[in-house]
């Protein structure tokens, strides 16, 4: 049987753990908190990712900024728009913080298919740079390009909306289809011909660390 006074020790110490915390209950920061928080060891500033598989796949420091990752698997910029910006409140600590955007491939997709339209995807992409823009200024934001995906120029339209975007937002961009073996698909540069290879890695890494350096 467990003695009373064992039982009242446990009390007392549940007791002294509720003031201790102000009598309320702790709430559990997002995923992009807890990154954020693990970022604060981090030297230097940060680069915020949002976007998709492809963005995702980048976990290595972009010109000396360390890497908080957002981007998710399958994404669209619906997504991103409703589950990845939020996190920028959580994210973006210090005035040389970046955001790296990179998602449309999958909208692509969904164009493809006829779930979604080109002028859906447009007004979608523009509601994420403008939601992005109330955390940070256009010179601190750096649009990626969906790269080529297996029926090569069909991804043109979104590639050509992300560009105009961009543009009317004063955003700088890199143009991934560029170093990724566009308009003809090289295989050694996207393993699938829609994600890049280390090959396709390598070709665009310098072009990122350079547009990356440049945000201010």
Do not use: K
């Not at 928080?37 to 230097?44: T, V």
């Not at 995702?56 to 981007?71: C, F």
């Not at 973006?92 to 692509?108: E, F, K, R, S, Y």
């Not at 090289?186 to 350096?213: C, E, K, Y």
């Amino acid at each position: 049987m467990i003695g009373r006074s064992w039982l009242l020790g446990v009390l007392v110490v549940l007791g002294l753990s509720f003031l201790a915390t102000g009598g309320s209950a702790q709430t559990v920061p997002g995923e992009g908190a807890i990154q954020a928080q693990n970022a604060d060891s981090y030297s230097g500033c940060r680069a915020v990712q949002l976007g998709d598989s492809i963005m995702a796949a980048n976990t290595r420091p972009l010109a000396g900024h360390s890497v908080v990752n957002e981007a998710i698997h399958g994404d669209t910029a619906a997504d991103v728009l409703t589950l990845q910006v939020p996190q920028l409140q959580f994210d973006l600590a210090h005035p040389c913080d970046v955001v790296i955007l990179w998602v449309g491939t999958n909208d692509w997709g969904a164009i493809y298919n006829g779930s979604e339209t080109l002028a859906q995807f447009q007004a979608t992409y523009q509601a994420v740079v403008s939601a992005i823009l109330e955390f940070i200024p256009a010179s601190r934001l750096l649009i990626i390009t969906s790269p080529c995906g297996t029926t090569g120029t069909q991804i043109g339209v979104v590639i050509q909306a992300e560009i105009q975007i961009a543009q009317a937002n004063n955003v700088s961009t890199v143009w991934a289809h560029q170093y990724m073996g566009c308009p003809g698909i090289v295989a050694d540069f996207m393993w699938d011909g829609g994600h890049p290879a280390t090959p396709g890695w390598q070709a665009l890494n310098p072009a990122l660390d350079s547009a990356v350096s440049q945000l201010h």
